[in-house]
């Protein structure tokens, strides 16, 4: 176990603390995890036409969780790597989905990754770091630490073929609400409503000047990703199948066995949108010895975590099987 006080080297620079701060309208949308799934969806569709399970990719051969396949509650941890070269790669993007089946129903969590949390074995640091020590599975037990909840499954997206996979998909419709330029990270775009190529989405998703850097940041992903989902399974995609397949497999990691993938995606495939709602966990800014972190507020995230994983939906069912 490591101490409270255990430092390392950060290997990342820091970012700039957000300047303000403001209450958010919470968004109840939010098709992250559905987004995943289609992805992986596709795989496991595309192998099966083409009577192909063998060789390295993106799903772990062993035994299935069986709560999945049960129907029951699991959550997912959801990243987004960027990978540069042989450097350590930090995790850009955290979510974690709560997802109950049953309902169906999916609360996700944005978790900034500036979050000063302790990771096992290296100590104090944000976040982020935690893949560049351990990868997904460090990173799983750092999130189960902050949250006091077991994470049970991760999926991984590399950013690089997350640009490929737009491309393929020939690019996401959205609205650029404000110029986002940054030349350091190749970052472009001017505002207005416009088709995003692989490249400029990837920008759009990875922009942080904001007044609220991060958080503002999260929103706007939220926003991209609902995009996303919506426009994923239009009919022109279907014919892209082998391309997207080549992609998702060389660029999706996941510990999740196929028939997890296909139980899940049965299990939400007709959820309603009034039926997913997302959160970003509560805390604020602050710098510590110099480098700034997003300081979870461990009296608000309880009853969060509380009710992202046990929603009145599932309450009401519960009550309904006791009688």
Do not use: C
Not at 200 to 222: N, S
């Amino acid at each position: 176990m490591v101490g409270e006080n255990v430092m390392h080297p950060d290997p990342m620079q820091p970012t700039a603390v957000p300047r303000r701060k403001k209450k958010r309208r919470l968004h109840v949308l939010h098709l992250v995890l559905l987004s995943l799934v289609v992805f992986l969806g596709f795989g496991y569709l595309g192998f099966y036409l083409a009577g192909n399970f063998h060789g390295p990719g993106a799903f772990m051969a062993f035994n299935p969780l069986p709560a999945i396949l049960k129907k029951e509650p699991v959550n997912i941890l959801l990243l987004g790597v960027d990978q540069r070269g042989k450097e350590p790669s930090r995790a850009d993007t955290i979510l974690v989905a709560f997802v109950d089946p049953s309902v169906p129903q999916v609360n996700l969590l944005s978790i900034p990754r500036d979050t000063y949390v302790n990771v096992p074995g290296v100590g104090m640091t944000k976040v982020n770091h935690a893949h560049a020590y351990g990868g997904s599975e460090l990173t799983m037990e750092a999130v189960e630490a902050l949250l006091g909840v077991p994470v049970d499954r991760y999926v991984e997206v590399n950013f690089e073929g997350f640009a490929k996979i737009i491309d393929i998909l020939g690019g996401i419709e959205i609205d650029v609400d404000r110029r986002m330029h940054y030349p350091p990270e190749g970052i472009d775009l001017q505002p207005g409503r416009q088709v995003l190529d692989g490249k400029d989405a990837l920008a759009f998703v990875r922009f942080r000047g904001y007044p609220e850097a991060d958080i503002e940041r999260i929103e706007h992903q939220h926003q991209f990703l609902l995009a996303l989902a919506d426009q994923t399974l239009r009919a022109r995609n279907i014919i892209r199948l082998p391309e997207l397949v080549a992609e998702l497999r060389n660029n999706v990691r996941t510990n999740m066995d196929l028939t997890e993938v296909v139980s899940l995606a049965q299990s939400l495939k007709d959820m309603p949108p009034g039926n997913m709602a997302a959160r970003t966990l509560p805390g604020e800014p602050r710098y510590i010895r110099e480098v700034s972190y997003w300081v979870p507020d461990t009296e608000k995230l309880k009853p969060v975590v509380q009710q992202l994983a046990s929603p009145p939906e599932r309450q009401a069912l519960g009550q309904e099987a006791s009688k």
